[in-house]
Every structure is written in structure tokens, then in C-alpha cells.
């Protein structure tokens, strides 16, 4: 939408007055050929015509203002360099409008002002509203009617320039075809650290990477020193818990019926099977295994309830925020550091891990989508023991930048550009430093009867993309073409 578009869509005083801000920082309005004699020092010129200190300074405080609150030194040179290039900028289209012999008629100028709905009582343009709103903003109508001249004139240059933007019916019909062609894939993230296990390492090669790389194993033990070697007190757990954090529940109900559960469970029931029959907590499925907790990762009636238990023992039935839960404490580990010692076996074998893996991946991928190919479908059994499962992304279509869940991959969409509906692309692709085995799952091709009804629509996209396009790369080459001087200080 142009500037004069802009200021036609809104009547309102503060809207007007920021867009009366925007038509001053459009333009070498201020300045340029027409602020010769009004005084200032030089700021730039652009083949030989000077762009002087008021004009800079007017549209630089104007910049302050918008950008609001307190300015560093940083952002207020930003802003001064911003300001500069546009006035340049601005500056050397107007010379290219006035040696491509361009005009604008005074009635031209009037035609645009009265159109501003800003400007209108009753539907129609008022003089007298006119004058209101320029005094309003404390614009000159003498300065804003030439600001909405040069406007004019910049949008003749513009249209001219664009003019030289051609699409074919060719690119139109592959630009359509893109975008209506419906894709979806299945893939399977090779995450190494999945491979790390599995990668075998003889003790000798341990003990040489030890002996050579002291430094570096030093270093990641300190790197890893809070994460990995730093050990808070740990609980082992597993659980039951019957919620009360629904809408409805009787908690003595809820808490008697797992007191019952509990009698059981201290008489010699499995433990296991009592949680996969009642527990509502998501760890149900695995028979109530809540994993490793560290004590502030732990709730505190819980953590209190394991440590009065201790390791081998079930809790009394505690009440949290979500329901009452009986723990089985398996295991309690008690604060600990690891030193570098200890430590320094396990990291030598990481690293020379890390080391491999790459390899290993690259391998495995080989042989995944060998076997995904030759049967058709993705090969649990190669997967399961790695616990890794193919995934699918939601559908896009081959102009789609970014695709969910995956994110953008410019090398992925190179290889589906071409491949066919369940085809697996024949190299795995790197994605967020992971590489993936991919399946198109399913490609559907729009017909030729639907480029009737809509490639009209693409070719209206494309042409403008393109006009775009072309204007930008011609703003740039006349920048660079033309005998910029800068001297802030002069």
C-alpha cells in the first residue's frame, strides 16, 4: 500500500499525525534540491547536489521521537546512519525521476490531497479541515504539498522501473503448480545420541586417548561439572496417585480408596500391576516408574515421605497438589561429587563415542533406507532397540519456507521438489545438526482444470513479487552507481 493509500485508510488525528511523520521521512522533502539556500551545513551529496545538516536533523529528531522511550548511543547512531541512506537514497531517485523526464501536474498533486479521507467532512474534502489538521500537526501546507509531489513523482519512477519486470506463462504454471501441490512426509530423526551406546570402544584405545588428552578431558569434566558431576541427593521412585485436582472429587473418598490400595500393596501385591490397574498418573503405563528424581526437582511431601520411608519401603499415603500418591522408594542416592578420577574413564569414552557416531549414523541411514525401501514400510525392528520411531509432518506445499515439525531445510525442499509419492529421498538430511531418513508419504498434484480458475490469482502474486523484486535490486545499483559523498561533519 502506498503512502497516499495509507493516509486515505484513517480519519484519526493521531494516526494522521504519525502518517504526516511518514510522508516527512518519505522524502528529501525537507531538503534535496529544494532546501538549497535554506541554510545548514552538508551533511551528503549525490552527484553534486548537497543534502544539508537541517534536513538530516529534522528527519533524525523526527526518527528519535518515533522510536520513543531513552536512546543509547548505539541505537541513536542507527538511527542517524538510517536517516542519512534515506536521504541519499531518496535523493538519487529523484534525480533518476527528473532525467527519465517524469512529471507531476499541480492538479495531480490536488486529485491526491483531496481523495484523503483525512481531509473530509461528510464524505466530501473540506478546505477548512485541510488547514485544521496540517496546523494540527504543525505542518506547512506549502511543505506538505510538496512532500505528496515528490510522493507522486516517486510513484511514477517506481511504475516505471517495474515495468521492466516480465513473468512468463512458463513460470506462472510452475510457480502454480508449487503452490498447489499438497506433500507429507515421513521421516526418521538418526539421533546420535541414541548411537552412543552402541558404539563399541576397546579399553587400550580409552587408556591412549586418556594419556594423549588430559587438557581436553579436564576441560569437559569442568564443562559438565554442574550437570553431570555435581550430584544432589536422588530419589529412585515409583508411584500411585489418585487425583483430587478434578472437578467433583471427594478427597476423603479419594484418599481412602488409595489406602486400600496401599493395604494391598504392604500385604504383597505387585506393585506394578496395582499401578497400571489405578494410578492416574501418566507413569500408570510403565507400572507406575517415575524415573530419577534430584530432591528440588521432587515435590517436598513426597521427597519427606521417601526419606521417613527410606530405600526399600513404601510411603504413607501424601497428599499434594494434585491428588494423594503412595511412593515405593526404590533407591535413595545421597549427595555426591564425582571427581575428575572417577569421572575421567566415562568422559575419554564419550568423547571417542562422539567421535564415531557421525559414522555410525551415516551407516545406519544406508541400511534404514535400504530395508525401509525394500519393504515399503519403516522397519520397526531396526528402530525399536535405538528408540527411535518415524514421524510425519503436517502437509505443506513446495513453496512452503518451513516445514512442521521439521523447521526450514532449503536442502530437504531441493530433493522433494522431484520426488515422487512414496519415494525415499536417496540421502539423509541434515537438519538442526540431525540427520533424517525421509519418506514422501503421500504428494498430491493439482489438476490442469484448477490452473484455469486460479493461475490468474498466482500470476497477480508473481508480477508483484517480481516488480518488487526488480525495484529493490534498481534502488541498490542506482546507490552504488552514484558519486555518494558523506560528511556528517562537514
Known sequence: MSLIERMRSSTDSLLMKALLFTVVASFVAVGGRSAKGRGGSVVASVNGENITTQQWDELRRAAYRQAGGALDDAKRIEIETGVLEQLIRTEAELQAAKAAGLAVHEDEVKREIIKIEAFHDDGKFSEAKYVKVLEANATDRVDFESQVHK???????????????VVTDAEVKEEWRKENTRITLEYVRLVPDAFLPTIEVPATEVDSFLAANKDRVK??????????????????????MLRTDIEGADKAAVQARLEAIATQARAGADFGELARRWSEDPSAASGGDMGLFAADALDKALAEAADAAGAGQLTSVVETQRGFTLLRVDAIEAKRTIALDEAQADIALRLLRESKVKGVVADFATKLTTAWRDTGTAPIDMLAPLALAPSFTAEFSLLDTEIQPLGESPELLAQITTAAGGSLLALPVEIRGVAHVVRVSSRNEPSEAAF???GNTTRARLEFVRREELKAAWREDLVDNAKVERFLDG
Open 151 to 165: 510522493q507522486l513523482l516517486l510513484d511514477k519512477l517506481y511504475e516505471l522501473v517495474s515495468k521492466g519486470a
Open 452 to 454: 484455469t480458475l486460479s
Open 219 to 240: 576441560a569437559q569434566y569442568d564443562e559438565d561439572f554442574a550437570r553431570l558431576y555435581d550430584l544432589p541427593r536422588r530419589y529412585r521412585l515409583h508411584g500411585i
